[in-house]
Each structure stands twice: as C-alpha cells, then as structure tokens.
C-alpha cells in the first residue's frame, strides 16, 4: 500500500519486545525487515524494552543498527550513545520532521531535542514516545500509575521525566510542533489537544492495542494528511481482520493550523 495510498514514513510507538530477550529482539528484527529497503521508519523504546533490573538500558542497539537507517531516502540523526533519534522527509509539498525519545527522557535528551527543533525550524514535527498521555487523555506526572517515572532511571542514573514534565520542558517551546504520539497505556486510545508557546495546536494522541483481544488483532493506524484543507484523518484498520475501527476514539479527522 506504500504506493496506493502514499505512505511516506511508518512510526512505532515502543514495547517492541515483551522483556527485552534476545530471541524477541530477533524476531522484532526480522518482522520489521519488511519494510527495510521500502520505507523509512521509527522505533521508540517501551519499558517493556528495557531491562528491568540492573542498568536499565535496551538491546534495541543491538538489533536495529545505526547503519540501517543511512538506507533510507531521507535525512536523519542520532543522539550520540542515546536511543533518541530524528528523521526529515517531505510530503505533500511540506518537510516533516520526525522526533524519537527514548521512554522518559531525561532533560539531557530533551536539551538534545531542542537542538534538533531549532536546527529544522521550517519542518513541521511529530514526537513519538512510549509513555506520555494515559489513558484518560491528561498528560502522566509523578502521581500517575505506570508512569514513566516509575520504570526506574535511565541507563546513566539521571530520572525520567514524565509526560507532564516532557511538555513543560520541550514540547511547549517549539512552535513547529504539530503531534504528539505515544502508547502504554491500557485504554486503547485517548487524545488531547494543547496549545504551545507561541499558540501553535499540538494534537497528542495515545493509542495501544496490545492488550486488545488477539494482541491487538494487527490494529494500526493510518495518518491521513490533506494540506489543501489543512486536516488529518486519523483511522484504524487491521489487516489481520481486514477491518476499520470505526468509534469516535479511533476514527475522526483533526484540525492542522
């Protein structure tokens, strides 16, 4: 569908694996592969993508090479020894940018992040990360349940910060943020629309099927973009069922400014 319906990037919003096992991380490999070679895309680290004692950190590295993503028709960078990436391609007439943080970032990542936004001013940005709006559409803090926060720190000891703390301290600050996409939590989708700094609309949106019958059953969605009428059609479909999701949380169109 690449060509019939214009895909021009595929984002994945993290639990890659279940706990973070080589076998899984062999398997993940090799179920992306599919799209190597065909499209660009974006992973992003779950807490089920990281090791649950000890250090904390993810074989992701292991699997999915830096050297991987120079196959791709489009520009990208890395944050040197950290799983944050960016990527840069145009659609429809416009650059977009795509921003990847790791579960949590620390303000280290997000001082990173900053860099990246005020270097491509003129793309209109999407972050995805794991863990940001919970399932009853508010931003997490220290107080919600599964948290980031509570996955512990990250690799280099600096703590987490949660989805609240991610706004205040990055997403806020950049006018040419448009989205927000994040998974983890168990209420299959909820979103939220926010105002930054300088007025710009940032629709964040959580969806996770994971825990929906069959694992999921295949759901994903599909990011429709329609610049003449500056509108998203946000849409679910399983190619496993061959089925939309057709409720208002998993089928709507959104205002773009």
Same mark, same amino acid.
């Given at each position: 569908?690449i060509?019939?319906?214009?895909?021009?990037?595929?984002?994945?919003?993290?639990?890659?694996?279940?706990?973070?096992?080589?076998?899984?991380?062999?398997?993940?490999?090799?179920?992306?592969?599919?799209?190597?070679?065909?499209?660009?895309?974006?992973?992003?680290?779950?807490?089920?993508?990281?090791?649950?004692?000890?250090?904390?950190?993810?074989?992701?590295?292991?699997?999915?090479?830096?050297?991987?993503?120079?196959?791709?028709p489009?520009?990208?960078?890395?944050?040197?020894? @950290?799983?944050?990436?960016?990527?840069? %391609?145009?659609?429809?007439?416009?650059?977009?940018?795509?921003?990847?943080?790791?579960?949590?970032?620390?303000?280290?990542?997000?001082?990173?992040?900053?860099?990246?936004?005020?270097?491509?001013?003129?793309?209109?940005?999407i972050?995805?990360t794991?863990?940001?709006?919970?399932?009853?559409?508010?931003?997490?803090?220290?107080?919600?349940?599964?948290?980031?926060?509570?996955y512990?720190?990250?690799?280099?000891?600096?703590? @987490?910060?949660?989805?609240?703390e991610?706004w205040?301290?990055?997403?806020?600050?950049?006018?040419?943020?448009?989205?927000?996409?994040?998974?983890?939590?168990?209420?299959?989708?909820?979103?939220?629309?926010?105002?930054?700094e300088?007025?710009?609309?940032?629709?964040?949106?959580?969806?996770?099927?994971?825990?929906?019958?069959?694992?999921?059953?295949?759901?994903?969605?599909?990011?429709?973009?329609?610049?003449?009428?500056?509108?998203?059609?946000?849409?679910?479909?399983?190619?496993?069922?061959?089925?939309?999701?057709?409720?208002?949380?998993?089928? %709507?169109?959104?205002?773009?400014?």
């Amino acid at each position: 569908n690449i060509g019939k319906l214009n895909i021009k990037f595929v984002i994945h919003e993290g639990d890659i694996t279940d706990n973070n096992s080589p076998a899984q991380w062999e398997k993940a490999r090799a179920c992306m592969a599919v799209l190597d070679g065909q499209i660009p895309y974006a992973l992003c680290v779950g807490n089920h993508d990281i090791a649950c004692k000890g250090d904390h950190s993810s074989l992701i590295g292991d699997y999915f090479k830096e050297t991987d993503y120079g196959k791709y028709p489009c520009k990208w960078g890395k944050m040197p020894g @950290r799983n944050c990436f960016w990527f840069r %391609f145009e659609a429809g007439g416009s650059d977009y940018l795509i921003m990847s943080l790791d579960l949590g970032a620390s303000d280290e990542m997000l001082k990173w992040a900053d860099g990246i936004l005020e270097a491509n001013k003129d793309a209109k940005t999407i972050l995805v990360t794991h863990e940001l709006l919970d399932e009853k559409g508010e931003l997490s803090t220290q107080a919600t349940n599964k948290s980031a926060r509570a996955y512990g720190p990250h690799q280099d000891g600096t703590p @987490r910060n949660t989805g609240s703390e991610v706004w205040e301290k990055h997403i806020k600050k950049h006018p040419n943020y448009i989205m927000a996409l994040c998974g983890h939590y168990n209420g299959i989708a909820s979103r939220k629309t926010m105002k930054g700094e300088s007025g710009n609309t940032v629709h964040i949106m959580m969806a996770n099927y994971q825990y929906h019958e069959g694992g999921g059953n295949g759901f994903l969605r599909l990011l429709s973009f329609d610049p003449e009428n500056k509108s998203c059609h946000v849409s679910t479909y399983s190619p496993f069922l061959k089925k939309d999701w057709k409720d208002d949380a998993n089928d %709507f169109i959104i205002k773009l400014d």
